[in-house]
């Protein structure tokens, strides 16, 4: 499956995990704080997470029952279960998930959808 964003080309359907969480980010520009900062609320969801590969370039569409989170084109390193995903502007990392999404995990992304 390939990914179009508008009419760019994202890549190719590289990988699926049914389950991972977003563990953090971190900016690594000097983008303007209010137009960064809305990342730092995606921290602790736990969706299904597609990687996708365009050359060497990689982006990630991380989705939970009530939003998503796309990124853009970055370099990717894979590591023990966490993969870090390192953007123009941040630096992700994702946690690969064995275990089914509990309850608990599921009221969180609720709660956070509903301070947006």
Not at 29 to 55: F, I, P
Request: net charge negative; proline share 1%; hydrophobic share 30%.
């Amino acid at each position: 499956m390939k990914l179009y964003i508008g009419n760019t080309y994202m890549g190719r359907l590289e990988d699926e995990y049914p389950k991972a969480m977003i563990m953090s980010v971190k900016k690594v520009s000097d983008m303007e704080d209010d137009e960064w900062d809305w990342r730092k609320d995606t921290v602790g969801r736990v969706g299904t997470m597609k990687l996708y590969k365009r050359a060497q370039l990689y982006c990630i569409v991380h989705e939970t029952e009530f939003n998503y989170l796309h990124t853009s084109m970055g370099i990717l390193d894979m590591e023990k279960g966490i993969i870090t995903l390192r953007t123009r502007n941040t630096e992700y990392k994702f946690k690969i998930l064995k275990d089914e999404l509990t309850e608990e995990n599921k009221c969180q992304n609720e709660e956070q959808t509903e301070t947006e």
